[in-house]
């Protein structure tokens, strides 16, 4: 009977110290995963003579070690071009970034948007409502948390796509 409880005793005890491990471990490892994710995005402001355009494009990436990270991103855009039309854009995208060396980076980005635009042109409401892809593939000069380039659309579609043409400038922020 002796010899049973002290068996049972060493057996709650190697389960207390097995769970208590692998607790601390679980910590360490969330603590690492982040300390290596990023937050960043983008923020766009445009307006003009009865033009407004904004867009909050808040993201995050994980970095796998220097040179690769891999993330998701948000994408809310409204414009309005008085007596013209208004538009919202909702969607989000993936986002792989590749440094071929601190101060290069190479990008791809795929991006679904819902756009739902209401045309007002001689008062005859038209409305709109599609989904969009795009798949971007980017190069960029990286200084410290920003990375300045240009990315190029490869599904672009000029009478589906929110943006003008196929190359677009990018700004780049992680912290």
């Given at each position: 009977m002796m010899h049973t409880f002290k068996k049972?005793?060493?057996t709650l005890l190697f389960i207390y110290l097995f769970v208590a491990?692998?607790?601390?471990?679980?910590?360490?490892?969330?603590?690492?995963?982040?300390?290596?994710?990023?937050?960043?995005?983008g923020v766009g402001l445009s307006f003009g003579d009865g033009y407004f355009s904004?867009?909050?494009?808040?993201?995050?990436?994980y970095e796998f070690d220097r040179n690769f990270a891999f993330g998701l991103g948000l994408n809310a855009t409204f414009n309005n071009q008085k007596n013209v039309y208004k538009s919202t854009?909702?969607?989000?995208?993936?986002?792989?970034l590749f440094n071929v060396v601190n101060e290069f980076q190479l990008s791809t980005e795929f991006e679904q948007l819902n756009v739902n635009r209401t045309y007002n042109v001689n008062l005859n409401l038209d409305k709109d409502n599609y989904w969009v892809p795009a798949l971007f593939i980017g190069a960029g000069y990286r200084n410290g948390q920003v990375t300045f380039g240009v990315r190029y659309?490869?599904?672009?579609?000029?009478?589906k796509s929110i943006y003008a043409n196929a190359w677009a400038p990018f700004v780049r922020f992680y912290f």
């Open positions: 049972t005793k060493s491990t692998n607790i601390i471990i679980a910590q360490q490892q969330k603590h690492d995963f982040w300390n290596q994710v990023r937050f960043g995005g904004g867009t909050l494009a808040p993201s995050a990436v854009i909702l969607g989000g995208s993936l986002i792989g659309d490869v599904l672009y579609d000029a009478d």
